[in-house]
């Protein structure tokens, strides 16, 4: 039952450069989530998508880039790194379905110096 | 999405039941109440959820009060690795996000 994947587990990077998260998930969910945690402001969405090609903004979208051309996957670009982006970044996914919880990976650790 | 209110922290002895309370007065009539718990370093994990009758599965417990305006997660015998922060989240159906706020930090304790 692998379920979700992120990977890698652990990121540093320079601030400038581009870092790619990525997100694979084994159910066929249709929806997938990014989310970043930090200290003092919990878990804060920042892109989703209902389908393959489809996708949407969350609550903190700047800086960041998503696309979904597989069910399977969801990666997340950051296309020029800011300190401001060092963070533990989730993604999640869940089946269709109004009530059908959200499942979480392991996180990746992003930090940018 | 209606606001839940935690608190902050809560203690319980390993063994005894843990019992998680959490107030959601302004819960509307299509909105589930859903239970994650975050183990440190972990992602979010999904306990539970339920809509307006008590919900139990094998992890915990959910019950929710007949106004639908509370509810509470229980642990029936808690053990040390179920120290974590746990979350209490409302969602309706019409809307995919979940909103977390700063749950409760459960510490059990031998």
């Known amino acids: 039952d692998a379920g979700i994947t992120q990977s890698p587990r652990y990121k540093i990077t320079e601030t400038g450069r581009q870092v790619t998260l990525m997100c694979h998930q084994t159910?066929?969910?249709?929806?997938m989530f990014w989310y970043r945690q930090d200290l003092g402001h919990g878990l804060r969405l920042i892109y989703y998508?209902?389908?393959?090609?489809?996708?949407d903004k969350g609550e903190v979208p700047d800086g960041y880039v998503v696309s979904r051309s597989k069910t399977e996957n969801f990666p997340l670009t950051l296309e020029s790194a800011t300190r401001s982006q060092t963070s533990v970044y989730f993604c999640?996914?869940?089946?269709?379905?109004?009530?059908?919880?959200?499942?979480f990976g392991d996180g990746t650790r992003l930090s940018i110096l | 999405d209606a606001k839940t209110t935690q608190p902050p922290s809560m203690d319980c002895a390993e063994g005894r039941a843990a019992n998680l309370p959490c107030n959601h007065s302004?819960?509307?009539?299509?909105?589930?109440v859903y239970w994650y718990r975050q183990i440190h370093s972990q992602g979010p994990q999904y306990i539970i959820h339920?809509?307006?009758n008590n919900e139990t599965n094998e992890m915990a417990s959910l019950i929710i009060t007949e106004d639908r305006k509370s509810s509470t997660l229980i642990l029936p015998h808690a053990t040390l690795r179920d120290t974590a922060v746990y979350y209490c989240?409302?969602?309706?159906?019409?809307?995919?996000?979940?909103?977390f706020g700063t749950g409760t930090r459960l510490q059990v304790f031998p």
């Open positions: 998508s209902a389908a393959a090609d489809i996708t």
């Open positions: 989240i409302v969602r309706g159906d019409n809307t995919d996000k979940l909103i």
């Open positions: 302004t819960i509307s009539g299509n909105e589930y």
């Open positions: 159910w066929s969910h249709s929806y």
């Open positions: 339920g809509l307006k």
């Open positions: 999640a996914s869940k089946n269709r379905g109004g009530n059908q919880p959200q499942h």
